[in-house]
């Protein structure tokens, strides 16, 4: 199923390729659909034209866990679809791989199997046929929860450059973009340079009042190292203070 010529609410092939691109600034969220209904789809579309996100919509869980690796949508909706890997399998990788994307199941009153099997991983399961004046605002409060209050100015760290309204950075003169944890732990460790922050301030600045576990700041400071290419036996950018927390510092070349 296509849903074309409906530009103002669905993002194009040629446009999700720019969307992909490290470079570009991403002016609304972006939402992943994974539904192959194409009446409902039709429906979604038509009915949220002009509201200030973007929609591209995918009928095959396979083709949409590639978009998910090339453009890194800021919310998926995935509804009960069969194909090379369920929507349920396709829902489960995505989790792995990103544990802050949020995921919506939609499903019907009939898909009681699909909620059983999907709601430990999905974030909130939403009606389907969709509740099109809904979303929107769904959308919208759990990217903000996503993103936090980290809508500031850029921090230039000389080789590092970390974005304050974008979930990105330049590490010398490379764009990267950043899951929303990762930005604002990164964020975070940039306004404070230097200083050794304890794991508790960490995880209050990062994932606020929840009950986050240690475990969990542990993964994403391994994947901040990962992506600031330190190296994880002798760190430079991200060094463990025995006993009391995390010093953060900008390397020499």
Known sequence: MVVANLEVAFVSAERLAQL??????????????????????????????????????????????LIVGRVRPDVVVVAPVDGLIDSVAFASIVRQGDPDLPIFAAASPDDADFVARVS??????????????????????????AMGDARQSPIDLGRLVVDGATPQMWLDGDCVRLPPREFLLLRFFAEHVGQVLSRSDLIHAVWGESTTNSNTLTVHIARLRRRLGDDEHNPQWLRAIRGMGYQFQVPAR
């Not at 430990?120 to 929860?145: D, G, K």
């Open 120 to 145: 430990t991983i999905a974030n909130i399961v939403i009606p389907r046929p969709y509740r099109v004046h809904e979303l929107p605002s769904l959308v919208h409060s759990f990217v903000r929860h």
């Open 20 to 65: 992909g691109d490290p470079s570009a600034v991403r002016l609304h969220p972006l939402v992943l659909v994974v539904d192959d209904n194409a009446d409902g789809v039709q429906c979604l579309v038509d009915s949220i034209g002009g509201l200030p996100f973007d929609l591209h919509v995918c009928s095959e869980p396979a083709e949409a866990l």
